[in-house]
């Protein structure tokens, strides 16, 4: 270990490549689409037997929340790298789902579990998702608008605030009544192999909902990612459209969280490779692409997971595997910027 | 025209401009020059509307900069900042093309895809379109952007310190085509610049800051005289008269 | 006292007694640490010699007392010694990914060795978290822009994904209950007969005080060290093991307790500066008394239930780590 540790600026170290030429994002386009369809298809078909009115509803069930999960997770990580201006930081990376967790969790310490029961999903999750956008707003205020502070800072200080909603959670949980906590458990304890359909349904609407915003703003997020002044000085309103841009994917990240729980690297996961595939910038395309690559890993996986090796939910601790690889792998090309 | 009234920016306790009130005429060169910290930057910043004044108001072709919208000022005024730095990567046409955005909201048409050429050609980078921003050089990737700027289309371009990092032969091709752009198509062109002599050579108005006030504004004949310069920089600098131009020797 | 009329001597003479205070401090907390907790055991009840209370105080009170003593003063202690090293003030056994691994090793000790008892576990969770601090000081060699937050970021990651494999293999071997007791530090267990080991800690530490010196001066770089005449290698190597085996044998015996060996030494810097061979002792003041407070407010904050000190230390620990990333670099980009 050499004394090289002087704080040197986190300098762009440029990759002199000659351009590589993947095929035209509109052929990725085709065969990611097909793709993920087959994949769906198997997922749901695969192993079919016994009485078809109950095993259908039920793989139906997952692969929509699956689904859903792709696209909230594809959608707000993209947005949300642009808005920052790089491909490393993500809503889940900043603690953005552990918030949504703790957010939940000291709901139920505030109203008690059986208040918090009556209330009912819907009512629920549109408390929970308001604070979410509240907390997160103030949060990100601060993080971005303290001038001047490098990219790794605010990864690092991300992290940390992971680390510290977690634990506040933990906390919170062991200082509830623990006849109260059991009833929650299950409220807490997400899963693609229980999700509630009452959920799934005010999640497909929340998703649905939100993704024609975020496509109408594609144009815009593409000016946006040249950077704040140039993307001023074409006339986008910039305040507006971050803000925007923000709510988005708080709201998306609080269904992908309630839906299945915390994925903190999925999201990087998924827009390193729909970078690396489609040598593209255009939000037109690496928007779909993302979701479709979401997804495949998550159907995919689940399937190669089930039909090959027998497991059931370890899929989601794969994905922390792969995903902190390639975090490690970003960091260390020093493509952070 | 620019119209500036009373222009200030504090961060603060410290006033970066303080004040400034000045008219910049349409068509034409005009040069800020100034000691480091003067000003400069800010001030252009403030007219350009990446930064949002504390007091006062600008005025641009009779839109105030503060309140009028983001799409119609980009239609009117294009700026250029020092640092490009890109995080993505795209092709030099993808770059120009990016400065219709303010006309078309991202959906190209035959008359943008036009424009995009002539702005490619004028500034003869049409064989270097299908390359990456980020493989070229300094001096292209500066002409890469001044084609965006172009391609927007506005009658004011302003540009923050456009001769960092050029060479000197690039820097001559610089001024001569921010010359032309004025000279050929009627632009106004206002720049904050720090070589005095390239100021004096290429512009019609010379402004001159110092601790955040404007103390001179004029033509490069009343500005580069040895009262001005030691005005507005506090050092003895000799102004000659070469080929016509006025030339301050402040080297030795 | 005098410290304005003698401001050449304020790092001399006046410090010690601020140091004995806050030993005094950290004391007078072990002695509430001794005298909290479900059972009631009051000194009054001592005095009587009521056999009972005895018992639970022989058996419970003192080795938990002397547990969260020798552990938040081995951690910090260890914590510093790995800054010294890598000379970046955010590096600690849980940010270098060394808990992570000692973590894997207990968890393959149960898989593979059984039978094994716990001090053969401990040596094998020991060569798991040097392999792992290794890896992280090899990796570190690559790093292309080595800057002061790129390191523990790297730390973290690689953390992460080796508790991903090791919480992989616990989910196949249904052992994820078991492998929490090790991530979460927790000193509710501790009795007589299952914390001695943390004996070996102390003894570690303790080396680690006389060697600080050598890690300063290591950390400089192998040119510098060898130029003063030092072994490299060794001396790198030497720390390595001390900041392994400590951790390795605090994760066996309580559990992982993270960022303490951040906090610690950090604070002790923004107080009395950077004098090494002056912020060992505070450190471990300062590392002792951080945990019995935790352990404390643990035992008291949810009567009759305990709240592991691991939990109240992710919460505080990253709360203060979050606020000194903040300030320690404001200004430096």
């Known amino acids: 270990m050499r004394a090289r540790t002087g704080a040197l600026p986190a300098a762009v170290?440029?990759?002199?490549?000659?351009?590589?030429?993947?095929?035209?994002?509109?052929?990725?386009?085709?065969?990611?689409?097909?793709t993920a369809a087959a994949l769906v298809a198997a997922f749901l078909l695969v192993g079919l037997e016994g009485n078809l009115a109950y095993v259908l509803p039920r793989r139906l069930n997952r692969v929509g929340a699956m689904v859903l999960v792709a696209v909230a997770v594809g959608v707000s990580t993209v947005l949300f790298q642009t808005v920052t201006g790089n491909r490393i930081l993500t809503p889940s990376i900043m603690g953005l789902d552990a918030l949504y967790i703790l957010i939940q969790t000291s709901l139920a310490f505030a109203l008690g579990a059986s208040t918090l029961l009556t209330l009912g999903p819907p009512i629920r999750f549109a408390v929970e998702v308001t604070l979410m956008v509240a907390f997160s707003s103030m949060l990100y205020r601060w993080l971005f608008t303290g001038g001047g502070r490098s990219l790794h800072l605010l990864l690092l200080v991300g992290i940390v605030f992971g680390v510290f909603f977690r634990g506040a959670s933990s906390l919170l949980q062991r200082l509830m009544d623990p006849s109260e906590y059991i009833i929650l458990q299950d409220l807490f304890f997400a899963s693609f192999n229980r999700v509630d359909p009452t959920l799934l349904l005010i999640s497909a609407v929340a998703v649905g909902g939100l993704c024609v915003p975020a496509w109408r703003l594609r144009h815009r997020l593409?000016?946006?990612?040249?950077?704040?002044?140039?993307?001023?000085?074409?006339?986008?309103?910039?305040?507006?459209?971050?803000?925007?841009?923000?709510?988005?994917?708080?709201?998306?990240?609080?269904?992908?969280?309630?839906?299945?729980?915390?994925?903190?690297?999925?999201?990087?996961?998924?827009?390193?490779?729909?970078?690396?595939?489609?040598?593209?910038?255009r939000h037109a395309v690496v928007l779909p692409i993302a979701v479709l690559l979401g997804v495949i890993a998550l159907v995919g996986g689940q399937l190669v997971l089930e039909q090959v090796f027998a497991f059931d939910t370890a899929l989601s601790i794969v994905i922390e595997f792969t995903g902190g690889l390639v975090f490690l792998a970003l960091l260390l090309k020093g493509r952070v910027r | 025209m620019i119209t500036l009234d009373n222009a200030t920016k504090r961060y603060g306790p410290i006033t970066v401009v303080d004040g400034v009130s000045a008219t910049i005429p349409r068509g034409g060169v005009t040069s800020i020059i100034g000691p480091n910290g003067a000003g400069k930057s800010t001030l252009l910043s403030m007219m350009s509307r990446l930064l949002p004044l504390d007091a006062g108001t600008v005025h641009v072709d009779g839109l105030d900069v503060s309140t009028t919208s983001g799409q119609t000022l980009a239609r009117t005024l294009s700026i250029l900042r020092q640092e490009n730095q890109l995080t993505v990567r795209l092709s030099v046409r993808d770059l120009v093309g990016f400065g219709r955005f303010p006309h078309n909201g991202g959906r190209p048409t035959v008359v943008d895809r036009e424009h995009i050429e002539r702005a490619l050609e004028y500034l003869d980078m049409t064989e270097l379109a299908d390359r990456f921003v980020d493989e070229l050089s300094g001096g292209q990737r500066q002409r890469a952007f001044i084609a965006m700027v172009l391609a927007q289309d506005t009658d004011f371009i302003l540009l923050d310190e456009p001769l960092n990092n050029l060479d000197m032969k690039h820097s001559?091709?610089?001024?001569?085509?921010?010359?032309?752009?004025?000279?050929?198509?009627?632009?106004?062109?206002?720049?904050?610049?720090?070589?005095?002599?390239?100021?004096?050579?290429?512009?019609?108005?010379?402004?001159?800051?110092?601790?955040?006030?404007?103390?001179?504004?004029?033509?490069?004949?009343?500005?580069?005289?040895?009262?001005?310069?030691?005005?507005?920089?506090?050092?003895?600098?000799?102004v000659e008269l070469i080929r016509g131009n006025r030339i301050g020797v402040y080297f030795a | 006292m005098f410290r304005s009329k003698q401001p050449a001597q304020q790092?001399?003479?006046?410090?010690?007694?601020?140091?004995?205070?806050?030993?005094?401090?950290?004391?007078?907390?072990?002695?509430?640490?001794?005298?909290?907790?479900?059972?009631?055991?009051?000194?009054?009840?001592?005095?009587?010699?009521?056999a009972e209370v005895w018992q639970t105080f022989l058996v419970s009170r003192i080795p938990r007392t002397l547990a969260v003593i020798l552990a938040g003063v081995a951690l910090s202690i260890a914590g510093f010694i790995l800054q010294l090293m890598a000379r970046n003030r955010f590096v600690e056994p849980s940010t270098v990914g060394t808990v992570e691994s000692a973590t894997a090793?207990?968890?393959?000790?149960?898989?593979?060795?059984?039978?094994?008892?716990?001090?053969?576990?401990?040596?094998?969770?020991?060569?798991?978290?040097?392999?792992g601090t290794a890896l992280f000081l090899v990796v570190l060699r690559r790093i292309p822009l080595r800057n002061t937050l790129i390191v523990p970021l790297v730390g973290i990651m690689l953390g992460g994904v080796i508790s991903a494999v090791t919480t992989f293999f616990a989910y196949r071997f249904d052992l994820l209950q078991t492998l929490n007791t090790w991530?979460?530090?927790?000193?509710?267990?501790?009795?007589?007969?299952?914390?001695?080991?943390?004996?070996?800690?102390?003894?570690?530490?303790v080396v680690g005080y006389i060697c600080a010196d050598r890690f300063t001066v290591a950390g400089m770089g192998e040119e510098f060290t060898t130029n003063l005449g030092l072994n490299y290698r060794r001396t790198m190597n030497l720390g390595l093991v001390l900041v392994s085996l400590i951790s390795a044998v605090v994760v066996v015996v309580v559990g992982s307790i993270p960022f303490l060996g951040l906090i610690v030494p950090n604070l002790v810097s923004l107080l009395i500066g950077d004098n090494v061979r002056r912020a060992v002792p505070w450190i471990a003041v300062f590392g002792a008394g951080f945990v019995l407070l935790c352990d404390i407010l643990g035992r008291v904050i949810r009567l009759p239930y305990e709240v592991p000190v691991g939990v109240i230390v992710s919460v505080v620990g990253s709360a203060l780590f979050i606020t000194l990333l903040v300030r320690r670099t404001a200004g430096a980009r």
């Not at chain 1, 990759?15 to 509109?26: E, G, I, K």
């Not at chain 1, 459209?241 to 915390?262: D, E, K, M, Q, R």
């Not at chain 2, 512009?203 to 004029?218: F, N, V």
């Not at chain 3, 090793?105 to 094994?116: D, E, H, K, S, Y």
């Open chain 3, 11 to 50: 790092h001399g003479s006046v410090r010690p007694p601020a140091l004995w205070l806050a030993a005094g401090a950290v004391l007078l907390l072990a002695l509430i640490s001794l005298f909290v907790g479900v059972s009631d055991v009051s000194p009054a009840d001592l005095l009587a010699g009521d």
């Open chain 3, 183 to 205: 991530m979460i530090g927790d000193f509710s267990g501790v009795i007589r007969g299952r914390y001695e080991l943390l004996w070996i800690v102390a003894a570690l530490a």
């Open chain 1, 222 to 281: 593409d000016v946006l990612a040249l950077g704040r002044d140039t993307a001023v000085g074409l006339g986008v309103d910039y305040r507006r459209t971050v803000t925007l841009v923000l709510v988005i994917c708080s709201v998306l990240v609080a269904v992908s969280t309630a839906l299945v729980g915390p994925a903190t690297f999925f999201g990087l996961l998924v827009s390193a490779l729909a970078y690396q595939l489609c040598s593209q910038f």
């Open chain 1, 13 to 34: 170290v440029q990759t002199a490549r000659r351009p590589v030429r993947t095929l035209p994002p509109r052929v990725w386009l085709v065969v990611l689409g097909v």
């Open chain 2, 172 to 238: 001559v091709d610089m001024m001569r085509l921010l010359r032309r752009l004025v000279d050929d198509l009627g632009k106004t062109v206002v720049l904050v610049i720090h070589d005095i002599n390239f100021a004096s050579c290429y512009s019609d108005t010379i402004i001159a800051m110092r601790d955040g006030a404007l103390i001179h504004q004029g033509t490069a004949e009343e500005i580069m005289t040895p009262e001005v310069l030691r005005d507005v920089y506090d050092v003895d600098i000799q």
């Open chain 3, 105 to 131: 090793g207990i968890l393959v000790a149960t898989l593979l060795l059984p039978a094994v008892p716990i001090v053969g576990k401990m040596v094998v969770a020991a060569l798991f978290a040097m392999a």
